[in-house]
Nanobody, 123 residues
Framework: QVQLVESGGGLVQAGGSLRLSCVASGRTSSYYAMGWFRQAPGKEREFVAAITWDGGNAYYADSMKGRFTISRDNAKNTVYLQMNSLKPEDTAVYHC????????????????WGQGTQVTVSS
């Protein structure tokens, strides 16, 4: 089992930045692809970004390209999501997720999930 704990959420004005962190514990291994998803009230959970186990490749949803950056530090069992130029529509609970193998872009691809951290962007 792998446990994931997110942090770094909060309230920010439009145009601001936040950096989310996700720390993995338990049967951790560097050979996990990691992803970030988000879920706004009344909406389905949607893909934000994902990264390969070695950090060599990253993938983004189109609406996040150029604004969000995913990275990881395997020595710290931590994955990050740097979010810049935030918009009110980015308001959601952000979840990190882990899976063996290559990164996926849908919820069903991932085996382990964190509880999420709330991000609220005011206009």
């Amino acid at each position: 089992q792998v446990q994931l704990v997110e942090s770094g959420g909060g309230l920010v004005q439009a145009g601001g930045s936040l950096r989310l962190s996700c720390v993995a514990s338990g049967r951790t291994s560097s050979y996990y692809a990691m992803g970030w998803f988000r879920q706004a009230p009344g909406k389905e959970r949607e893909f934000v970004a994902a990264i390969t186990w070695d950090g060599g490749n990253a993938y983004y949803a189109d609406s996040m390209k150029g604004r969000f950056t995913i990275s990881r530090d395997n020595a710290k069992n931590t994955v990050y999501l740097q979010m810049n130029s935030l918009k009110p529509e980015d308001t959601a609970v952000y979840h990190c997720a882990a899976r063996h193998g290559i990164p996926g872009g849908v919820v069903g691809d991932y085996d382990y999930w964190g509880q999420g951290t709330q991000v609220t962007v005011s206009s």
